[in-house]
């Protein structure tokens, strides 16, 4: 097993990786949870069947009462109106302030579960177990919570930190294809903005079958990212939006798909692409590496453009949360393994798309 500890003063905690994790989920959750008696589990409709009855009976062994809301799955649910039904639905089943909320399944369980832990009775215990690749470099760490809104992605949100993240890596088995490869997106993202060794080591990997024989070693490479950044800037003022590289454009993406065209990994692999060839323009990246990326985007099968209007751009640009009044920070490549922030006009850069 891998173990990294997120170092946040209070809010900290392990991220645990290895094979078979869930079924020694009930242990690890008592162990910091000590005083909770019930555990509201969320999931969704593609994760019940798969792994719910797996964790159920691991939970009420070491004591929890349980109950579960199970979503349809997609981006769909990770709306204000779930939001108020998983509220609801906590209340009814009895939850108080000693007990918890567990995620178990992709980015959109996870971002909408904690964001119902981060506000029902101002604030319950949060455990993700995250099922998707995606899931497990990328959301179920560093806290972001959050639903989107008819006027954009992510919109309406918290910080808040779970108490623990247990990455069962025998869950990614049962992923379709276009699932492992939205979780590569963000894997490349790290290579792109941190570390080129990575970038070269994904790019000599192109199938699943190669990179799901080092998973172990990808994940904790990843989430060792995240933490440095988290632990250096969790609440996303500073150096944290260097996570946000190719996601001005990807959320700009999913909103002209109405998030249901496009999923949230391959926007944002198409929004890295858009970001390294403005970052050629704006004369801060250098020519090469457009295409360098795209050819290891390709190979994973990720769209490398999506078209958009000016309209959808501006919009998404003007809610950008890396806005500040009239301008907005990029995140752009200065190489390969390098991520910089530059301050621009909003105005600027809806010219130059
Ligand atoms: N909070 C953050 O820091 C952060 C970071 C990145 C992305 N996100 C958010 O995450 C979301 C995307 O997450 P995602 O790509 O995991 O999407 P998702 O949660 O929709 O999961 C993708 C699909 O995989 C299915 N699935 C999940 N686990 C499975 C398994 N083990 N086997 C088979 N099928 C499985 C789901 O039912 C769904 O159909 C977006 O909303 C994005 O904004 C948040
Ligand atoms: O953790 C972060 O910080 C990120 O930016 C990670 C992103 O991959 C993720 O999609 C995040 O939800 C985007 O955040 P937002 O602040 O742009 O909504
Ligand atoms: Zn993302």
């Not at 080129?196 to 172990?216: G, Q, V, Y």
């Not at 969790?234 to 990807?250: A, Y």
Request: proline share 4%.
């Amino acid at each position: 097993m891998k173990t990294l500890r997120v170092s946040l003063q209070e809010r900290s905690y392990d991220i645990q990786i290895a094979p078979g994790l869930l079924t020694s989920a009930g242990d690890a959750i008592r162990a910091v949870c000590p005083r909770a008696t019930r555990l509201f589990v969320v999931t969704d409709s593609n994760v019940a069947p798969l792994y719910l009855s797996r964790l159920i009976p691991v939970l009420e062994r070491c004591g929890f009462e349980t109950a579960c809301q199970e979503l349809p799955a997609g981006e769909a649910s990770k709306s204000a109106k779930w939001l108020s039904e998983l509220w609801e639905a906590m209340l009814d089943f009895g939850l108080t302030r000693t007990d918890g909320v567990v995620a178990l399944g992709g980015g959109v369980v996870g971002d909408l579960a904690g964001f119902a832990a981060a506000t029902v009775l101002r604030g319950v215990d949060f455990i993700q177990l995250p099922t998707t690749l995606l899931a497990q470099v990328d959301s179920s760490v560093g806290g972001k919570v959050a639903v989107d809104l008819r006027a954009g992605k992510n919109l309406a949100g918290a910080f808040w930190q779970p108490r623990l993240v247990l990455m069962d890596t025998d869950t990614l088995a049962t992923l379709p294809d276009a699932t492992f490869s939205d979780g590569m997106a963000e894997v490349v993202k790290y290579g792109c903005i941190w570390d080129k060794s990575f970038f070269d080591f994904l790019a000599a990997r192109p199938t699943r079958a190669a990179l799901t024989a080092e998973i172990e070693s990808i994940l904790y490479t990843c989430c060792e990212i995240k933490r440095q950044v988290v632990e250096s800037d969790e609440r996303d003022t500073g150096k944290r939006m260097l996570l946000n590289f190719g996601h001005t454009l990807g959320h700009a993406y999913e909103l002209a798909g109405n998030y249901e065209k496009w999923t949230h990994g391959q926007a944002v692999a198409a929004g890295m692409v858009a970001a390294a060839r403005l970052g050629v323009t704006l004369g801060v990246t250098p020519a090469d590496v457009p295409a360098e990326l795209e050819a290891v985007l390709a190979a994973l099968d990720l769209p490398t453009a999506i078209p958009c209007d000016r309209a959808t751009y501006a919009a998404a640009i003007g809610r950008d949360k890396k806005g500040v009044g009239e301008d907005i920070s990029l995140i752009l490549l200065e190489s390969l393994g390098h991520g910089v922030i530059r301050k621009l006009p909003k105005a600027e850069l809806l010219e130059l798309l």
